[in-house]
């Protein structure tokens, strides 16, 4: 059979439909976008054989798959794995997906070591977390461990070490009603979770600890004294009362010269 007619779409100005002629009638055919029209040059009074009609059809349903991708991809960067888990999310013949991949990867549409590095500046220049967590969300978006691991190399000691202190500072503006101690711990416990390294956190704590307030450390010390002087008055009183106070604030991370000095100023004030 021949083609008899090409028509545009009146929908989609970039697909053709493709009316053949048997020799006895017209009936129409299949479509095809613009790109495959090209490439196989089809035309009026074009021969075509039924393999040729499966090969054409497959090529278009293939190139319709590519173009929704790109689209995808037009939103963000993408990892292998993303792109293989939205073209079987949009129920792509498995066959075809290779296919796919290969093309996108030629014309660099996908590359995961590029869209690590990019995730790994992405994620220094706009969020608090460290370079183990940032390997965790890249492995878990498909990227390799080693590639992962290469792209937060970027992340330099000096960064980290200026993000965590910066987060530090910001924390204990926060809870200045808790000891320094208990401060410190809590940051560090936080900022492991958020994927820094021991030596970058430890580095930051020691720089802290030389730039402690020790005004603030007393004013932390009478507000949390106050309340536990507070609750246990009700049942204790003189030595069982200062003991119960002062085995609150050690557990609360106090130094015993603050809350020494505590007891004696409340001591001197009854």
Known sequence: MKISRITTQKKNKNRYNIFLDDGQKETYGFSVDEAILVEYQLRKNMELDASTIEMLVQKDTIHKSYTQTINFLSYRMRTKKEIRDYLLKKEVDEEHIPVIMEKLEKENLIDDRQFADMF????????????????????????AADIAGQATESYSFEKQYEKVLKWINKRMNQKKKDSYRKQLQQAQANLVQKGFTQEVIQEAIANM?????????????????????????????????RNKVKEGLYRKGFSLELINRFLDEKAEGE
């Open 209 to 241: 600890e030389e730039t402690k307030d020790g005004d603030a450390e007393w004013e932390a010390v009478l507000y949390q004294g106050e309340k536990l002087w507070h609750k246990h008055s009700r049942k204790e009183e003189g030595y069982y009362l």
């Open 120 to 143: 790994v500046r992405s994620r220094i220049n706009t969020s608090s977390k460290g370079p183990m967590l940032i390997k965790k969300e890249l492995i878990e978006k498909g990227v």
